[in-house]
T-cell receptor, first 115, second 114 residues
């Protein structure tokens, strides 16, 4: 069974640009969550999608947005990139939503560097 | 609000020695607790999880953790460290009824010395 797939693995962007990251969850999983990992702030929750609806959102500015498609694939977008957006962005999929007992399965992440 | 504290950002042990990584949580409701491991330039891999069943949880690669409600702790242990255990370890918490929103500790970098 294929795991969570994130593309691209590495990305370099210039300040002010926008970027779109993609995540394909494990087959059958309907919940997709996104996390930002930086040396200074650690792992922080961005948002979660289930059945194409955003269910929860972390404390990030509106420049960070996402969406989920009918096949459960998800994208996140960051507009007007800032240097501080440089991070590893991790996507996680889960088979259900609202039930803490199930674990989240993580992809390998997309390393975004903003220059 | 829920939170997780990992004591010790860096832990070094000799190969074959006991590994003990500490995690404390704060919560007013029963938590679900997880330990994840991250190797360089990789995502997170689940080691084990506590979901209100047995308080002693066994995971992969010989790791286990014990949920102690009175101490609000969920420390990770392994009797004998192996060189391949060198990685960063994260404790995470979520709560029943919440969406899949994990709150992570700041991580502990484990070094295994030959």
């Amino acid at each position: 069974k294929a795991g969570v797939t994130q593309t691209p693995r590495y990305l370099i962007k210039t300040r002010g640009q926008q970027v779109t990251l993609s995540c394909s969850p494990i087959s059958g999983h309907r919940s997709v969550s996104w996390y930002q990992q930086t040396p200074g702030q650690g792992l922080q929750f961005l948002f979660e999608y289930f059945s194409e609806t955003q269910r929860n959102k972390g404390n990030f500015p509106g420049r960070f947005s996402g969406r989920q498609f009918s096949n459960s694939r998800s994208e996140m977008n960051v507009s007007t990139l800032e240097l501080g957006d440089s991070a590893l962005y991790l996507c996680a999929s889960s088979p259900t939503v609202g039930q803490g007992k199930t674990e989240a399965f993580f992809g390998q992440g997309t390393r975004l560097t903003v220059v | 609000a829920q939170s997780v504290t990992q004591l010790g950002s860096h832990v070094s042990v000799s190969e074959g020695a006991l590994v003990l990584l500490r995690c404390n949580y704060s919560s007013s409701v029963p938590p679900y607790l997880f330990w994840y491991v991250q190797y360089p330039n990789q995502g997170l891999q689940l080691l084990l999880k506590y979901t209100s069943a047995a308080t002693l949880v066994k995971g992969i690669n010989g790791f286990e953790a014990e949920f102690k409600k009175s101490e609000t702790s969920f420390h990770l242990t392994k009797p004998s460290a192996h060189m391949s255990d060198a990685a960063e370890y994260f404790c995470a918490v979520t709560f029943s009824g919440s969406a899949r929103q994990l709150t992570f500790g700041s991580g502990t970098q484990l070094t295994v010395l030959p």
